[in-house]
């Protein structure tokens, strides 16, 4: 008897992963067996290694050579912003960097550059971050942001409020872009994850906050739409966002979404922030814009 066999006939064919996901082990082991022959739009982790979640949510996702091709060039943009050690939540967990960068390596990438832009200094950034050694140890390579000839100007077509940006030479040229934001509070736009994260390719992105920021990304996101978003939500600065002040600024949540669609997984994460998706303004807009959609074919693991 096949799997689809065996659900049927214990009447639970069609159910949803999730739904077995409180009935302990055996639940567990419905849940992904369930999951293991349906490709899904969104995932939701739960668990408590970033890389073994990330591995096991890019397979319902179809797996990364859906998304990175042989001989391809890879960027990845992770939040690197800040010079602050990986449990301060202030910058994506490491471990998290060096697993997409392996798995990028194996699906067969020429390259796998990984860059942010930083308002620390740069230095101290990628280094205390634990990202610098991580994409080393990968088979990566950091690439520099901290200097404007590194950027390229460009307009943004149908921007409201954004009309140009200059935007880093190797995001323009890459066949593939790969967000992996850190969800975090944000005193501008109360919850920071996978739109406001591309602020972190641009050169000029400080400019934003003087123009409505909500519209710019928005605007930016409709530009440059990443391939794969990757939001880590394993420790979550939930106060004094975005660089946090104190420990007890970072809640231990475990979690990390993942999606092709950069609306739904930040609905997503803007839910387990405690938000409602809509009150995110940055996002409403988005999703008017039809660029994503809050709705699509998700499931929920846990590990």
Same mark, same amino acid.
């Given at each position: 008897?096949?799997?689809?066999? /065996?659900?049927?006939?214990?009447? +639970?064919?069609?159910?949803?992963?999730?739904? /077995? @996901?409180? *009935?302990?082990?055996?639940?567990?082991?419905?849940?992904?067996?369930?999951?293991?022959?349906?490709?899904? =739009?969104l995932?939701?982790?739960?668990?408590?290694? %970033?890389?073994?979640?990330?591995?096991?949510?890019?397979?319902? @996702?179809?797996?990364?050579?859906?998304?990175?091709?042989?001989?391809?060039?890879?960027?990845v943009?992770?939040d690197?912003?800040?010079?602050?050690? %990986?449990?301060?939540?202030?910058?994506?967990?490491?471990?998290?960097?060096?697993? +997409?960068?392996?798995m990028?390596?194996?699906?067969?990438?020429?390259?796998?550059?990984? *860059?942010?832009?930083?308002?620390?200094?740069?230095?101290?950034?990628?280094?205390?971050?634990?990202?610098?050694?991580?994409?080393? =140890?990968?088979?990566?390579?950091?690439?520099?942001? =901290?200097?404007?000839?590194?950027?390229?100007?460009?307009?943004?077509?149908?921007?409201?409020? *954004?009309?140009?940006?200059?935007?880093? =030479?190797?995001?323009?040229?890459?066949?593939? @872009?790969?967000?992996?934001?850190?969800?975090?509070?944000?005193?501008?736009?109360?919850?920071?994850?996978?739109?406001?994260?591309?602020?972190?390719?641009?050169?000029?992105g400080?400019?934003?906050?003087?123009?409505?920021?909500?519209?710019?990304?928005?605007?930016?996101?409709?530009?440059?739409? %990443?391939?794969?978003?990757?939001?880590?939500?394993?420790?979550? +600065?939930?106060?004094?966002?975005?660089?946090?002040?104190?420990?007890?600024?970072?809640?231990?949540?475990?979690?990390?979404?993942?999606?092709?669609? +950069?609306?739904?997984?930040?609905?997503a994460?803007?839910?387990? /922030?405690?938000?409602? %998706?809509?009150?995110?303004?940055?996002?409403?807009?988005?999703?008017?814009?039809?660029?994503?959609?809050?709705?699509?074919?998700?499931?929920?693991?846990? @590990?």
């Amino acid at each position: 008897m096949n799997r689809r066999d /065996f659900f049927k006939n214990a009447g +639970i064919a069609g159910a949803s992963a999730a739904a /077995f @996901l409180s *009935l302990g082990k055996l639940g567990k082991a419905i849940a992904n067996t369930l999951a293991m022959n349906t490709l899904y =739009d969104l995932v939701n982790l739960s668990g408590n290694e %970033p890389a073994k979640m990330f591995e096991k949510g890019i397979a319902q @996702l179809g797996g990364m050579r859906k998304f990175v091709k042989k001989n391809s060039v890879v960027a990845v943009v992770p939040d690197i912003g800040w010079d602050a050690a %990986p449990e301060s939540g202030a910058d994506t967990n490491p471990d998290l960097v060096k697993k +997409i960068v392996e798995m990028c390596r194996k699906s067969g990438a020429k390259e796998v550059l990984v *860059l942010s832009y930083t308002y620390d200094n740069w230095k101290a950034a990628y280094k205390h971050s634990g990202i610098e050694k991580a994409v080393k =140890d990968a088979g990566g390579k950091l690439v520099l942001a =901290d200097k404007e000839e590194y950027y390229t100007e460009v307009a943004i077509p149908n921007g409201r409020s *954004l009309k140009k940006a200059k935007v880093h =030479d190797v995001v323009l040229k890459a066949d593939v @872009l790969i967000n992996v934001p850190v969800m975090k509070a944000n005193y501008q736009t109360r919850v920071s994850a996978a739109m406001q994260n591309l602020m972190g390719v641009v050169w000029d992105g400080h400019t934003w906050y003087r123009n409505d920021v909500h519209q710019c990304i928005a605007d930016f996101a409709a530009f440059k739409r %990443p391939n794969l978003n990757v939001v880590d939500a394993f420790a979550v +600065i939930k106060k004094n966002g975005p660089r946090g002040m104190f420990a007890e600024d970072v809640v231990q949540m475990h979690k990390q979404f993942m999606s092709a669609d +950069i609306v739904a997984v930040d609905a997503a994460a803007v839910k387990a /922030f405690g938000e409602v %998706p809509d009150s995110i303004r940055y996002l409403r807009l988005a999703k008017e814009a039809n660029l994503g959609k809050y709705d699509v074919k998700k499931i929920d693991l846990a @590990l």
